[in-house]
């Protein structure tokens, strides 16, 4: 439940997989976040738990610099209306939420880090919400260019 929580609330997270030989079935919803595996692999560091608290901190500033970053990018190239940085890529269990968003903000752009995803797993997220606006900052002139177009 915590995971969720976590996930549909784009809380920074790190996965820590300790799984030594296999693993059935994974939980399906820790996608498109950070994983390290443990033991981490020796002369990684004298404090492995020192490595992890150290990436799970650059996640939280990483998320907290993103939102900055996207609204310097969406200002350069004018961008207007409502816009929402993600933290991560979007997926098929956060649609949920950005179609919350756009219930209370028609017409918000989600602006998630680089790269951009692929076609195909675009083409499944425009499937289940076809009215997001999904893009990453070094896409932003596309988006600028497209909404130009449609101006009256």
């Known amino acids: 439940m915590e995971a969720l929580n976590a996930k549909l609330g784009w809380v920074p997270t790190v996965v820590v997989q300790a799984v030594e030989r296999v693993e059935i079935r994974s939980f399906p919803y820790l996608g498109n976040l950070p994983t390290m595996r443990w033991p981490l692999p020796v002369g990684n ?8 608290v150290g990436r799970l901190l650059y996640e ?3 998320a907290a610099y993103f939102p900055k970053w996207t609204r310097y990018v969406t200002a350069l190239y ?18 949920l939420s950005m179609r919350r968003q756009l219930q209370k903000h028609p017409n918000t752009l989600f602006v998630y880090p680089d790269p951009p995803l692929g076609t195909e797993e675009l083409e499944i997220l425009h499937e289940s919400a076809p009215d997001l606006k999904i893009f990453t900052p070094i896409r932003l002139p596309l988006f600028a260019q497209q909404a130009q177009r449609t101006e009256p």
Do not use: N, Q
Request: no cysteine; hydrophobic share 45%; charged share 20%.
């Open 45 to 52: 560091s004298a404090d492995p738990w020192g490595v992890v």
């Open 60 to 62: 939280v500033l990483r």
């Open 78 to 95: 004018r961008v207007e209306g409502p816009v929402r940085a993600l933290p991560y890529p979007p997926e098929l269990l956060t649609v």
